[in-house]
């Protein structure tokens, strides 16, 4: 099982932290975000450009300082006093498809990841996205600025919109958008936001998100207990854990692939599915047994607090405690899923000891999400009607070394996959993730687990409530790789 392992003995070799672009291991801090998604149209004025705009991109050492200066200013505005809410600051980081480093004529095979290599729109059927054929060429029911040839995405994210738009604004006059000597093209600039309130961190269907991400050995000091701390190169090329290590060209090194994904939340719909298979179980109140339902579809209830530790009522101050709300491995249940159903958002995604206790390793199937939720907060109209009238969702943001191990192999074999958690202990048939699972045009099937007492019982998900709208899988390079091989 996968008790959290003591870190190794001879302390792994340094990160340079000044060549990893922010988001990457500390996630550039924000409660607003753009993707800046646009096509290099001149590519000697690209390269140039870039040179000057280098230093603008914000590292990981820069993006520690900004997080000591908002645990400041937290702590400082804590003691009353007149302290506006947040800080003004802002992180831009930039990362290319494979499309846009054949428009500038670097050779990227050796960055030798399929999925990025042919693109995230030829790899949608891969994924289970619903499209048409036209001819053999499959095309995914996406927005249009998804269907064109992007070649690259400006990640600007910050405390208010006027900081971020402001960053936004310089980007395009340093690029020159907009002008006859333009280097670039925007395709589609796309907003998020945390959400208002006490929902703030929480996604749309109300859950709390960005509680687990893989703990760095070597970078994350004092890892709280839960699934083992990862070797840098599950995220990192180049680095101890990335199983390409020697085959990469130099410029590589330090990089990790950006993967991003628009998706669509039908969070009434979602909600009336919720309360129409709410739990009915001795004690428990209407509204209990909806919590518990909607807890056993995510695997956490809303408060973030895991089923497998508190499986009947939700924990909030469990919630809180990191050094308890991810300490869990699915192990103390060889219970049948009277705990977590094994199809459980959580439980697809990162299967802990299920997989482990076979003897699998479940490191290089690590990813460090980044996203954040985009759209209204539900209206009253849609809150009446039961229906989703205005889109609102997640900007799904993963970095992995690997997009086939990391992103590609949880959403195709894991989450679209209705037998995985395979084995003895899983004598039900899991049925696909209720959350993500996609299974194109053909009905999804059905979910085990539903009832912590009758495990066996099903519910039918024959309703998506996530859509995925557009995406497009990136490389975001080190400092050393933009300023020498990247821009001129
Ligand atoms: C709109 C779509 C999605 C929603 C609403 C959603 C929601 C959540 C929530 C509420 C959690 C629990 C909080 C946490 O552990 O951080 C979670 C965890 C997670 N999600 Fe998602 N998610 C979505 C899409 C995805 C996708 C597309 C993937 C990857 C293919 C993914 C992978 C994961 C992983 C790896 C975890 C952490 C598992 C763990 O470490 O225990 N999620 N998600």
Request: one cysteine or more; proline letters at 8%.
């Amino acid at each position: 099982m996968s008790d959290q392992q003591p870190l190794p003995p001879t302390p792994a070799p340094a990160l340079d932290l000044k060549n990893i672009q922010g988001d990457i291991l500390s996630g550039l801090p924000k409660k607003t975000e753009t993707f800046y998604f646009f096509e290099i149209t001149d590519v000697t004025g690209f390269r140039t450009n870039l040179r000057d705009f280098v230093p603008v991109i914000k590292t990981v050492a820069q993006t520690l300082k900004d997080r000591e200066a908002i645990d400041k200013h937290k702590k400082e505005s804590g003691h009353g006093g007149h302290k506006p809410p947040t800080i003004p600051l802002v992180g831009v980081n930039i990362a290319f498809s494979h499309l846009g480093f054949a428009k500038l004529g670097i050779d990227d095979t050796k960055l030798v990841d399929t999925a990025f290599l042919s693109g995230q729109r030829q790899d949608a059927q891969t994924l289970g996205d619903k499209g048409t054929l036209d001819g053999d060429k499959f095309v995914p029911d996406w927005d249009a600025p998804f269907k064109q040839d992007i070649h690259g995405v400006f990640v600007v994210a910050g405390d208010s919109h006027v900081t971020v738009d402001r960053k936004v604004q310089l980007i395009e006059q340093r690029f020159k958008v907009g002008t006859p000597t333009a280097s670039i093209s925007k395709i589609v600039s796309i907003v998020g936001d945390v959400r208002p309130g006490d929902q703030d961190g929480h996604e749309h269907f109300g859950y709390l998100d960005g509680v687990s991400n893989p703990a760095i050995i070597g970078f994350d000091k004092n890892p709280p207990p839960g699934p083992a701390p990862v070797r840098p190169g599950v995220l990192l090329l180049g680095q101890d854990g990335d199983e390409d290590k020697d085959g990469r060209d130099p410029w590589m090194a330090d990089g990790s692939f950006l993967v991003f994904r628009q998706l669509f939340q039908n969070v009434p719909e979602f909600d009336e599915f919720v309360n129409t298979n709410r739990l009915q179980l001795p004690g428990l109140s209407a509204k209990e047994g909806a919590d518990l339902f909607g807890a056993r579809l995510v695997g956490r209830w809303k408060s973030g607090a895991p089923i497998d530790l508190t499986p009947f009522f939700d924990d909030p101050e469990l919630a809180d405690d990191p050094l308890r709300n991810n300490n869990f491995h699915f192990t103390a249940e060889r219970d049948f899923q009277k705990l977590c159903p094994f199809a459980a958002h959580i439980r697809k995604t990162l299967p802990r000891a299920d997989l482990e206790d076979l003897g699998f390793s479940i490191e290089n199937r690590r990813i460090a999400r980044r996203g954040i939720q985009f759209g209204p907060e539900l209206t009253r109209a849609e809150k009446q009607q039961k229906k989703t009238l205005l889109g609102r969702g997640l900007l799904f943001v993963s970095y992995q070394s690997s997009i086939v191990n990391g992103f590609q192999f949880i959403q195709q074999s894991w989450a679209n996959n209705a037998n995985f958690p395979f084995g003895e202990q899983t004598p039900e048939t899991p049925g696909l993730d209720p959350i993500i699972g996609q299974s194109g045009d053909a009905p999804r099937g059905l979910m085990s687990g539903v009832n912590p007492n009758t495990p066996a019982t099903t519910v039918d998900l024959k309703d998506v409530w996530v859509i995925p709208r557009g995406g497009e899988y990136f490389f975001s390079p080190s400092i050393k790789a933009l300023r020498e091989t990247i821009a001129l």
